[in-house]
């Protein structure tokens, strides 16, 4: 189930941009199990800068003409909703996080059904970077699972039938016998990959308190748009909104930049994202 490790961390990533806590572990504790340095460091990209302070400039685009940001609301936190038991309730104080930002993200992380579709660099180090795309679907015990890192590609797919690890190249479907603790839960809370990469990814972090420091308003990636800033210790976080539509999140850490664009977040999902490719061969 390796590959399907790797294949989730898309997915938490979009989670920890507010998990993330002070990281108290070495550089090479941040590679993920079964990427050796020497194979990763073949395949990296430059990281993307850090993230630009807030300034007039940022109002404009790269050919110099003037561009209008949009009004930034100071956030607001007035949600009492219990999030205990969910993915993010297991990691995270939700109560330090917008009412905004858990109803346009969180929720619909949390929810039973979610299409996401995320794009984007993860930091290894300070200038050593990641590529990635994912494209991840739940609809209840239903999920499916489909990731580039680095050049490798994974996929599973979980449906009624059990979880299949998905070898495109092949064209084949290997199914993998599920857990007994899978039957009573959600599955995207207790699929074993999962819960290892969520685990992996804490465990890179103390335990500073996620706080707010601000709204604003800036281009970012050539986009005008309103953010939302938090800081873990001397981790920095950005949330980057079209109205109430989440387009990417920053995360930097001393430098090294994480930045995840979100090309889809919704709780809606088409009903054959669970079924096995046709052609392809079961085993």
Known sequence: MKKTVIALIAAMMILSMAACRNDKNTKSDSIPEGTST????EQLSDAQSSITPESKDNSSSPSGSTVELPDAEEAT??????YSGTVTGKFVDVSKLSDKTK???????????????AEGKLAIAKGISIDFSANIRKDKE?????????????????????TYVI?????????????????NESAFYTNP??????????????????????????????EALTYEEYTVGSIIIRLYYDGNTIKYASIDKSGAVSTVKVNTLTAKVEPDSFKIPEGYTIK
């Open 38 to 41: 020497a194979s990763a460091s």
């Open 193 to 222: 990959a999962s819960g290892k990469v969520v685990s992996f990814i804490a465990s890179l972090f103390g335990k500073e308190p996620l706080t707010y420091s601000k709204s604003g308003s800036e281009v970012f990636e050539g």
């Open 103 to 117: 109803t346009c993200v969180v929720d619909v992380l949390n929810g039973d059904t979610l299409t996401l579709d």
């Open 142 to 162: 239903n999920t499916s699972f489909h990731m580039i890192i680095a050049g490798q590609e994974s996929a599973v797919i979980r449906n009624e039938s059990g």
């Open 77 to 82: 936190f007035n949600s009492d909703k219990d």
């Open 167 to 183: 070898d495109n190249s092949s064209k084949t479907a290997t199914l993998s016998k599920a857990e007994s603790s899978d039957e």
